[in-house]
């Protein structure tokens, strides 16, 4: 069976020099997508240095909270993000929030690692 290859739309949904900073050991990959819908806000987890998110569609409201912000970033002030636009590099520690500041449901696509202890294995830590 062959496939008209023009019909495959193919598109980079994160782009991350990942493998030069994953943590040594077993560790817990998780690669969700999560849909926000319109006037909606999320706390999401402190960032570790082992994640990494992309708007895949809609706006994005996003606040920083912290003292080693991005250079240009200001603790607690949102900035509105496109899916055009590059997502900060996060200091661990750093407290996010996100809000859909659109009209459509917003999507994004988010990576975890997340290191196991030695008393934890992975079907523990689910």
């Given at each position: ?5 023009t ?11 990942a ?27 402190a ?10 569609t ?16 200001q603790?607690?002030?949102e ?15 750093t407290?996010?929030s996100?809000?859909?500041i659109?009209?459509d ?5 988010r990576?975890?690692?997340i ?12």
């Amino acid at each position: 069976m062959s496939y008209d290859q023009t019909l495959i739309h193919k598109e980079i949904a994160l782009d991350t020099e990942a493998h030069e900073s994953l943590p040594p050991g077993a560790s817990r990959v998780v690669f969700d997508r999560l849909t926000i819908p319109p006037g909606t806000s999320m706390m999401a987890e402190a960032a570790t240095g082992e994640d990494w998110f992309d708007i895949d569609t809609g706006l994005l409201g996003l606040t920083l909270i912290g003292d080693a912000l991005p250079n240009g970033w200001q603790s607690g002030h949102e900035r509105e993000l496109t899916t055009n636009d590059p997502i900060p590099l996060l200091v661990p520690g750093t407290d996010i929030s996100m809000h859909n500041i659109g009209q459509d449901p917003l999507v994004i696509l988010r990576l975890r690692v997340i290191p196991q202890s030695n008393s934890t294995s992975p079907a523990a830590a689910t």
